[in-house]
């Protein structure tokens, strides 16, 4: 199926890019059901077994939320995708189409802050009761980079005791890329 | 059993083995590894000059070398990062351990992996530590 041909099934408000040799459909958050929808009952489509849905965060694009669809007669996927901001995303929820949506929009949810309307069951899949936060977006600190040590702030020659506060000072060392300053988060802050 | 009776492909990433002799501390694996699974010490020495006349020279002695199989994902990245072909995989797998600490394994037990790890395929004549056949 070619560009030109998703274009005509989705309708003019999508944008059709192919990257790696698969096809991937951008649309309006406001047509994401919409365009769900005619990929699978189109039959010029005929996208009718939903892979998966997950989402990545995009920064200052916000949350970009991808479904992949495969037609299991023409034998070739596509992905569909759209962008929702990081605070109160929301997309309608894609379970009346495909049932076996429902837990990949349940670990969503919780993993990117994505609520989706319609949801029967929208309540954590993954994390534990009361988890607060949404741990794959990419202002999540992971606690645990912070609580270790980094095994790659020795330089060549040192050991652990080179490290310790009673070592003699030496130039600005290493750090590791991702974590903050020591100090400048979590309790000792 | 073993990744040959296992059938395995000899290339599959089952264990990182450490050529010690190759390794010159550089810390490059240890800050690649976006696991923080490696941990290296280290002390610097001065070596006499090779040649008479010659100035010493500085080099750093490894005193421990040590992935942490329970937290490695067996990204390989370490292997890539290494400039002195001091990492290789090996397709043994059967290490487990009955305690989660014992899964750290220091550099004799990463050494003892070198004499599993098959020869690199584009190069016939090397053998699997690098050395002209």
């Not at chain 2, 020279?57 to 290494?82: K, Q, S």
Request: proline letters at 10%; hydrophobic letters at 40%; one cysteine or more.
């Amino acid at each position: 199926m070619s560009a030109a041909d998703v274009l005509t099934v989705v309708g003019a408000t999508a944008s059709v890019t192919e990257e790696f040799g698969c096809l991937t459909v951008d649309v309006p958050a406001a047509d994401w059901l919409a365009a769900a929808s005619a990929l699978r009952d189109d039959q010029r489509a005929t996208y009718t077994y939903f892979d998966w849905l997950s989402a990545y965060d995009d920064l200052d694009a916000g949350v970009a939320v991808v479904v992949r669809l495969w037609s299991p007669s023409k034998r070739r996927g596509v992905l569909l995708r759209t962008r929702v901001p990081h605070d109160d995303g929301v997309l309608p929820t894609l379970t009346g189409l495909w049932p076996g949506a429902n837990w990949h929009e349940r670990e969503t949810l919780e993993m990117f802050g994505v609520r989706f309307e319609g949801h029967p069951n929208p309540i954590p899949l993954l994390l534990p009761d009361g988890f607060d936060a949404h741990p794959l977006r990419k202002d999540f600190m992971l606690a645990s980079r912070v609580a270790k040590p980094w095994p790659g702030a020795k330089e060549p020659g040192e050991s652990d005791r080179d490290l310790e506060p009673s070592a003699a000072p030496r130039r600005r060392r290493a750090r590791p890329p991702g974590v903050p300053d020591p100090g400048s988060w979590g309790p000792a802050s | 059993m073993n990744a040959e009776s296992a059938g395995l492909p000899h290339r599959s990433r089952g264990v990182i083995a450490l050529v010690e002799d190759n390794c010159t501390s550089c810390m490059l694996c240890a800050r690649e590894c976006p696991d923080w699974c490696i941990y290296i010490d280290s002390h610097p020495e001065t070596e006499p000059p090779a040649a008479p006349g010659g100035r010493p020279r500085t080099v750093h002695v490894l005193d421990r070398f040590a992935i942490d199989y329970a937290l490695c994902m067996y990204c390989g990245i370490c292997i890539e990062a290494c400039p002195f072909d001091a990492l290789h995989w090996s397709p043994e797998f059967s290490y487990a351990e009955p305690g989660i600490a014992e899964l750290i394994q220091e550099r004799d037990r990463l050494g003892a992996w070198v004499a599993t790890v098959p020869p690199a395929e584009a190069d016939g004549n090397l053998d699997r530590r690098g050395a002209a056949r």
